[in-house]
């Protein structure tokens, strides 16, 4: 018995927390139209720095924000503030296991 395979390549980026995303970047990432970043900003679900959204520049971590939250009003049929207040839940409970390790580990 013979079987074929074949190679892939894959390749990939990693965002980090120094990355600065323009909108149309995070846009194409999150394959989002320019006014939903947007809300997502006005709704507090994205922090960018700069004044206005020509300046804005965004993080590897809120391109992941950005995609959680549009797969939970996808997924869930969640709205944008629901998908904040999830965002902050999760990131509450990532510090309390954060600091829960640490206390473990003394």
Do not use: Y
């Not at 980026?13 to 323009?22: H, N, W």
């Amino acid at each position: 018995m013979t079987t074929d395979f074949q190679l892939v390549s894959i390749t990939g980026l990693i965002l980090e927390e120094q990355t600065g995303l323009s909108l149309d970047d995070l846009c194409r990432a999150c394959a989002a139209q320019a006014d939903r970043i947007i809300e997502m900003v006005n709704e507090g679900v994205l922090a960018p720095v700069g004044h206005a959204p020509d300046d804005w520049r965004f993080t590897g971590l809120q391109l992941q924000r950005a995609r959680v939250a549009l797969r939970l009003e996808s997924d869930l049929g969640v709205n944008l503030a629901g998908a904040a207040l999830a965002l902050e839940l999760l990131d509450e409970l990532d510090s309390i296991r954060t600091r829960l390790r640490l206390f473990e580990g003394k």
